[in-house]
């Protein structure tokens, strides 16, 4: 059975054991390097690219004990990537299958280290490489590859998720999983649980089926002007409206948009105010940390207020191309919004709840001194 040669990610065990399968107490593993190569980082994501360098070596182990389907899952989980095996001799004289980006595929950026990616990325490609995994026999390579940006966009919220602040006084009781089917998975995903749970009594809960919808987190922002007292929120068409049939379909809001891999919800939020509505803003005051519908979703929100100069000449038409966005921006003054609120025509809850605390905290922003520290930058 040949053995392989590893100088990247697969070198973090919790990542191997994942895309294998099975625990890596089986395999036999000895360090060694590949002579005239050098393992470089990559620009379009934080995995490493092995090219040919004379006189440098790339450091790795070489694995021996792979089964055949252990190797299939490990060509389905780098195919992804773009990497195909070509057999290789090691500084060692022991021959193993390297795994080789197709040429031209990705731009490197300078050498790459295994411990600042564990520390950076470790726990991210683990929770994408699960589902990744998860369709392993069911999706071909390339329809995984053009679903892995959102993969690791859901793998992000997964992070985030290890530091909520929320929980203070809640039941931290044992949930068993049985299984979850992943029902669909495109941009969103669709999950079936088969759980049990701890009851208030401390016994368990028979099998429960729960469906989940999979979404990303979010950063949302109401930009508000202390200086003009004025917000400006954002119109565009939202699927549930339509999906419900509702008589309005375009959509009052604040800016909003999901946190990507490696993004802090604060830069998120910086990003999309001026992706979404053209402008910059001066600094964010955090308002809340939610669930969208924590019934039926994993979608939660990073919800703010951001300060920043609103003229009358800020408003337009804005957003991605690319992401076939047509974003229409309004002006409204701080008794307008409310007015908004008021009359229950806000049909945007994170809009109701930014409106709600900017009323509490409106007379400290307005006289907040120009160039005081803001809570979030």
């Given at each position: 059975m040949a053995a392989l040669f590893f100088y990247g990610t697969l070198r973090h065990i919790p990542l191997l054991e994942i895309v294998?399968?099975?625990?890596?107490?089986?395999?036999?593993?000895?360090?060694?390097?590949?002579?005239?190569?050098?393992?470089?980082?990559?620009?379009?994501?934080?995995?490493?690219?092995?090219?040919?360098?004379v006189g440098q070596f790339a450091t790795g182990v070489r694995v021996e004990g792979l089964t055949g389907r252990d190797i299939e899952r490990l060509n389905f989980y780098e195919g992804s990537f773009a990497?195909?095996?070509?057999?290789?001799?090691?500084?060692?004289?022991?021959?193993?299958?390297?795994?080789?980006?197709?040429?031209?595929?990705?731009?490197?950026?300078?050498?790459?280290?295994?411990?600042?990616?564990?520390?950076?990325?470790?726990?991210?490609?683990?929770?994408?490489?699960?589902?990744?995994?998860?369709?392993?026999g069911k999706y071909s390579v390339d329809q995984v590859a053009r679903m892995f940006p959102m993969i690791r966009t859901r793998a992000a919220a997964m992070v985030n998720a290890q530091h909520s602040r929320?929980?203070?006084?809640?039941?931290?009781?044992?949930?068993?999983?049985?299984?979850?089917?992943?029902?669909?998975?495109?941009?969103?995903?669709?999950?079936?649980?088969?759980?049990?749970?701890?009851?208030?009594?401390?016994?368990?809960?028979?099998?429960?089926?729960?469906?989940v919808f999979v979404a990303s987190d979010a950063a949302l922002v109401l930009p508000?002007?202390?200086?003009?007292?004025?917000?400006?929120?954002?119109?565009?068409?939202?699927?549930?409206?339509?999906?419900?049939?509702?008589?309005?379909?375009?959509?009052?809001?604040?800016?909003?948009?999901?946190?990507?891999p490696g993004e802090t919800p604060a830069a998120a939020a910086h990003r999309e105010a001026a992706e979404e509505a053209g402008i910059s803003?001066?600094?964010?005051?955090?308002?809340?940390?939610?669930?969208?519908?924590?019934?039926?979703?994993?979608?939660?929100?990073?919800?703010?207020?951001g300060l920043t100069d609103l003229p009358d000449t800020v408003t337009g038409v804005n957003g991605l191309a690319s992401e076939a966005e047509d974003i229409r921006s309004h002006l409204f003054s701080f008794a307008a919004l409310m007015d908004l609120v008021d009359r229950q025509e806000a049909a945007n809850s994170p809009l109701v709840i930014a409106a709600y605390w900017l009323a509490r905290h409106r007379e400290r922003l307005r006289l907040r001194p120009p160039g005081a520290k803001p809570d979030v930058t």
């Open positions: 294998l399968g099975h625990r890596f107490g089986d395999l036999r593993v000895t360090d060694d390097r590949l002579g005239d190569h050098a393992v470089l980082a990559v620009a379009e994501g934080p995995f490493p690219f092995i090219e040919a360098a990497y195909d095996l070509r057999e290789m001799e090691l500084v060692s004289g022991q021959m193993a299958l390297v795994y080789f980006a197709h040429a031209d595929r990705w731009s490197t950026v300078g050498p790459w280290s295994l411990e600042q990616w564990q520390a950076e990325w470790g726990d991210l490609s683990c929770f994408a490489a699960i589902e990744v995994m998860d369709y392993f929320h929980g203070g006084g809640t039941l931290h009781g044992r949930v068993d999983v049985d299984r979850i089917d992943r029902v669909y998975t495109n941009y969103f995903a669709l999950n079936e649980y088969h759980l049990s749970h701890e009851r208030f009594d401390g016994t368990m809960s028979n099998m429960l089926e729960r469906a508000y002007d202390p200086q003009r007292d004025r917000v400006l929120l954002v119109e565009q068409l939202r699927m549930g409206p339509v999906a419900r049939g509702d008589r309005s379909v375009w959509q009052m809001e604040p800016i909003a948009g999901r946190v990507d803003l001066q600094s964010l005051e955090p308002v809340a940390e939610v669930y969208a519908s924590p019934g039926d979703s994993t979608e939660f929100f990073y919800i703010y207020v």
